[in-house]
C-alpha cells in the first residue's frame, strides 16, 4: 500500500517546474497509432497513465524507445490490431482513444469500456454517434464497444455534438484524419489540449482545422508520417501548485507555463486575494494574507475547469467567508468534500452545489482519495492543516501529477510517499 504523510502547516518557497499535459499526451499516444513512422513526442508527462498506455502500444506491437524521462519516439508502422486487455483498459479513462484510432488505421475497434476516475455518469454516446457518422457501425457487447468500418473505409460526416465533450472532440477527429472526404464537428469543447492534439496530428501530416472553436474541420489524408511534437504545459497541474500557495502561503514561481491557458484560474485566485505576476513562460504566486470567499461554477473552456474544483474547494475552505461552488459539468463530483469535513471543514453539499463556509484551520487526520483531482485536494488540505496528515489511495494522484513528492519536497513541504510492504517493512522517501 502506498500513502503519502504531511506534516502541514509551512508556506511554500522557491520555484517548481510543469510538466507536460496528462489530457494531451494520453490523447496523442493512441493516435500515434495512425501514423506510419516514429513520432518523436517531448514533454510527456511520467505519470502512470502514460505508462499504461505505453504497455499497450507495446504489446501492440508498437516500437517505443525512451531517449529521457520526458522523450519518447514511437513508431506503429507495424502495430498489430489486437485487443488490450480488459484490465489493463479499465485502469484508465483515455483508453477510449483506442477506440477512434485503431477505427481509423484498422477499419476495426474492439475495446473494453473505459475506466479511470468514477465522479459520475460519463457515457461515451457522443463518441459513438461521431463514429456512426463516419460511416462506422457500433454496438456494446460484454463490456467492449466494438466498432467497424464499411468495407470501403470510413468516410467524412457532419457530427453536432449535443453536449460539449472534451473527449467526444478529440476522439472523433482522431478516427476522422484517414477518412475520405471532409468531416465537420460541430460544438465543439474548445481546451488547449484539444488544439494541442490536432497540432501533433497536423504536423505528422494531417489537415485539421479549427480546433479551438466551436467547429472543427477535418479534412481526410491517405496517411500520416513521423515527425516531432512538443506536448504543451499542464494547466491542471499548474493551477494545483497555484491553489498549493493560496492554501498555505508562500511564494512560488511556477515555471513552464503558458499564461494565457491559465486565465479562468488565476483571475479567480486574485479575487481571492493572491497576488500573481505573469511573465513570458511562468507564474509567481504570492499569499502573505487571508483568503477571501468567492463563488465559482465550473463550466467548458474558456470557463473555470471542472477539473481544479476540488484543488479550489480546499482553499475556500479556509477562506474567510462563505463561498458557493457550483459543478456544471459532471454529477457527484463532491464525494470527495466529506473527507475535507473530517479535517475540519465546514462543507454541505446538495446535489451540484456546495456551500463552504470559511474555518480558522483544517486539523490533520488520515484521509482517502476517490479520484484524481480529490487526491490533489486532500493533499493541499494536509499542507495547509495543523498536524499530520495521511493520505492513503494515492495511486488516484499518480495518474496525473508527475513527481509530485519531489517538487512539492522542492518548494519545502513536509511531505514523504511510504510504500508498505506485507511483511510491515517501510520504505519512506522525499
Do not use: W
Request: aromatic letters at 4%; charged letters at 20%.
Amino acid at each position: 500500500m502506498i500513502k503519502y504523510e504531511i506534516n502541514g502547516g509551512h508556506p511554500l518557497s522557491g520555484s517548481v517546474y510543469i510538466s507536460g499535459a496528462k489530457n494531451a499526451a494520453v490523447s496523442m499516444l493512441p493516435a500515434a497509432l495512425l501514423v506510419e513512422g516514429v513520432c518523436r513526442i517531448e514533454n510527456v508527462p511520467d505519470i502512470s497513465d502514460v505508462r499504461l498506455l505505453l504497455q499497450i502500444l507495446s504489446d501492440m506491437g508498437a516500437m517505443i524507445r525512451r531517449q529521457s524521462p520526458n522523450i519518447l519516439e514511437v513508431d506503429c508502422t507495424h502495430a498489430r490490431n489486437v485487443t488490450a486487455p480488459i484490465e489493463m483498459v479499465r485502469r484508465i479513462r483515455a483508453s477510449y482513444y483506442l477506440i477512434g484510432s485503431q477505427l481509423g488505421r484498422f477499419g476495426r475497434a474492439k475495446v473494453a469500456m473505459p475506466g479511470g476516475c468514477n465522479f459520475g455518469v460519463r457515457p461515451i454516446d457522443q463518441h459513438i454517434k461521431g463514429f456512426e457518422a463516419l460511416g462506422a457501425r457500433v454496438e456494446q457487447l460484454d463490456g467492449y464497444v466494438c466498432a467497424e468500418a464499411p468495407e470501403e473505409g470510413l468516410t467524412g460526416g457532419h457530427v453536432y455534438l449535443d453536449m460539449v465533450s472534451v473527449g467526444a472532440t478529440m476522439n472523433i477527429m482522431i478516427a476522422a484524419v484517414l477518412a475520405k472526404g471532409t468531416t465537420i464537428i460541430e460544438n465543439c469543447a474548445k481546451e488547449p489540449h484539444i488544439v494541442d492534439l490536432a497540432n501533433f496530428l497536423n504536423a505528422m501530416g494531417a489537415r485539421i482545422s479549427g480546433a479551438g472553436t466551436d467547429i472543427i474541420k477535418v479534412r481526410g489524408v491517405e496517411g500520416l508520417h513521423g515527425g516531432s511534437y512538443c506536448i504543451i504545459p499542464d494547466q491542471i497541474e499548474a493551477g494545483s501548485y497555484m491553489a498549493a500557495v493560496a492554501a498555505t502561503g508562500g511564494d512560488v514561481l511556477v515555471q513552464n507555463v503558458i499564461p494565457k491557458h491559465m486565465d479562468c484560474i488565476t483571475a479567480k485566485l486574485r479575487e481571492m486575494g493572491v497576488r500573481t505576476e505573469e511573465y513570458d513562460d511562468a507564474i509567481r504566486v504570492i499569499q502573505d494574507g487571508s483568503l477571501r470567499r468567492a463563488n465559482i461554477k465550473t463550466m467548458p473552456y474558456p470557463g473555470f475547469p471542472t477539473d481544479m474544483q476540488p484543488q479550489i474547494t480546499a482553499c475556500l475552505s479556509v477562506a474567510n467567508g462563505t463561498s458557493i461552488i457550483t459543478e456544471g459539468i459532471y454529477d457527484n463530483r463532491f464525494r470527495y468534500a466529506a473527507e475535507l469535513v473530517r479535517m475540519g471543514a465546514n462543507i454541505q453539499v446538495n446535489g451540484e452545489v456546495a456551500v463552504v463556509d470559511g474555518v480558522e484551520r483544517l486539523h490533520g487526520c488520515s484521509v482517502k482519495v476517490c479520484d484524481l483531482r480529490a487526491g490533489a485536494a486532500m493533499v493541499i488540505a494536509g499542507l495547509a492543516a495543523e498536524g499530520r496528515t495521511t493520505v492513503e489511495d494515492v495511486h488516484y494522484i499518480e495518474r496525473g501529477y508527475e513527481d509530485i513528492i519531489g517538487k512539492l519536497c522542492g518548494l519545502k513541504a513536509d511531505i514523504r510517499r511510504i510504500e508498505t510492504y506485507s511483511d510491515s517493512r517501510t520504505d519512506a522517501a522525499g
